[in-house]
């Protein structure tokens, strides 16, 4: 039996064998097979990655973060718009905010690189 992908699980693995190979087995039993044979394990007992985190820069404006998020701001009343933050990376103070039309959103993401 080769490994398992990655995102499959158990339960899916235990109806797929049922209805393509008629073989039937518990959750369980299958993942003790797998556990055994070193093709399973936990989500206890998987790596979590590991990120390093990264300094804040030193100066004022020298990076500034821009984060968008597409919403119906104005809930119904209005179109949706793309609120546009900019964050300074050194002091983490909101340096300024838009509110977009969102069909503008593309046009702005050219302009802002």
Not at 32 to 50: I, N, P
Not at 90 to 100: D, N, Q
Request: aromatic share 4%; net charge positive; hydrophobic share 35%.
């Amino acid at each position: 039996m080769k490994a398992p992908a990655k995102r499959v699980s158990s339960t899916l693995i235990v109806e797929k064998l049922a209805e393509k190979h008629e073989v039937v087995l518990s959750r369980e039993t299958l993942r003790l097979w797998l556990t055994e044979a070193g093709l399973w394990q936990s989500r206890k007992q998987r790596d979590k990655a590991v990120h390093q985190p990264r300094n804040r820069r030193e100066c004022l404006g020298e990076l500034i973060q821009i984060d968008g998020s597409e919403h119906a701001w104005f809930e119904g009343r209005g179109p949706k718009c793309t609120l546009l933050v900019y964050v300074d990376d050194a002091t983490g103070r909101l340096m300024e905010l838009r509110s977009l039309l969102a069909r503008l959103h593309g046009r702005v993401q050219r302009e802002v690189r």
